[in-house]
């Protein structure tokens, strides 16, 4: 008998957590005819609300719903890491909690799982109910990734995959601290499958995910899983020494024809300010990349654990 391990990261959910668990069980005819079980791991995020409260109750209910409870709030990528780590399936499937991974997809899914297919990706196609300055900023930011990395990271690809163990094995191999996993999926590789669906908005609560946050989060995808930043801050100061190198020559030349007629302090004013701030800028990338290198380096643990079920 095959198992699925489902991971679900929770966060201040308390009203998700039973109706996730609803919509997931109509799929329970599915499995015994594939002659598959499951187990439900919710991995709460240092919730603040009741959310361990309802995971115990279904628990007591279902002994295959299972809990990891984290000492604090340690964010989506620890949580979906040690869902990962907690597995024992033979296929896991990463799904928020929230209904936006529509449970109903699975036989699909599985049915490229059963054609050979590593991992089966989803995707949506539109970003219906989202307020539209963050839908364009999304699109921009998958826009620039495509250009400045190499690892493939699809635009409006969803945390939601099915994979088989061997993959799971692959991203669990990956112990960075930084964890950008829509990068981390794409950087192992392996046959994947995108399928498409219509956004969904979700069921109860709010989004975690405000602005600022969801900025804070694309510059870490950027510096997880590309260095093109550090070429441009290079790329910069080769074409300045380049300009002033070419002023210098001009300047000479004028000198020698017309003289030196003093002025131009305004102009010169204008061009240190403008240097100074670039070299600033440049240090300032390279300084963000010296950051994530020393909480690398730290080896401090992804997440820590307060209570398991
Ligand atoms: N989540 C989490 N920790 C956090 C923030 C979010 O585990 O710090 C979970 C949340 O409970 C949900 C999933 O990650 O299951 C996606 O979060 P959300 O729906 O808020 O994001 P959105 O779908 O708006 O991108
Ligand atoms: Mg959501």
Redesign the pocket.
């Known amino acids: 008998m095959k198992l699925l391990s489902v991971v679900?990261?929770?966060?201040?959910?308390e009203e998700?957590i039973a109706l996730f668990y609803e919509e997931f069980i109509k799929n329970q005819p599915y499995f015994a005819k594939r002659g598959m079980e499951f187990e439900m791991i919710y991995?709460d995020?240092g919730s603040k609300d009741h959310t361990r409260e309802e995971i115990r109750k279904l628990h007591e209910r279902d002994s295959r719903v299972r809990m990891i409870s984290f000492s604090r709030?340690?964010?989506?990528e620890a949580?979906l890491l040690a869902g990962f780590e907690h597995t024992r399936g033979d296929y896991i499937v990463a799904m928020?909690?929230?209904l936006?991974d529509p449970p109903a997809l699975l036989p699909e899914m599985f049915s490229y799982i059963d054609e050979g297919y590593d991992s089966v990706a989803t995707r949506r196609v539109t970003r219906k109910g989202e307020p539209p300055l963050r839908s364009f900023f999304a699109r921009c930011f998958y826009k620039l990734m495509r250009h400045i990395s190499k690892t493939e990271i699809v635009d409006g690809a969803r945390?939601y995959r099915l994979m088989t163990r061997q993959v799971v094995d692959a991203i669990l191999s990956m112990k960075e601290y930084n964890r950008f996993t829509k990068g981390i999926y794409g950087w192992v590789g392996f046959e994947t499958k995108w399928i498409e669906f219509e956004n969904v908005e979700?069921i109860k609560g709010?989004?975690?995910?405000s602005f600022w946050k969801l900025l804070l989060y694309s510059l870490e995808g950027i510096m997880a899983f590309s260095t093109v930043p550090l070429s441009i801050a290079a790329f910069v100061g080769i074409c300045f020494c380049v300009i002033a190198f070419a002023a210098m020559v001009l300047i000479i030349i004028r000198t020698l024809i017309w003289g030196d007629p003093v002025g131009g302090w305004p102009s010169l004013v204008c061009i240190i300010t403008l240097v100074a701030g670039v070299q600033l800028f440049c240090i300032g990338i390279i300084g963000q990349y010296l950051a994530k290198t020393y909480m690398e380096v730290k080896g401090r643990p992804i997440y820590i654990v307060k209570e398991e079920l």
Do not use: L, M
């Not at 679900?8 to 959910?13: A, F, G, K, M, R």
């Not at 709030?73 to 989506?76: L, P, R, S, Y």
């Open positions: 679900v990261p929770c966060y201040n959910e998700n991995v995020d709030n340690f964010g989506k949580g928020d909690v929230d936006q945390d979700r709010e989004t975690k995910w």
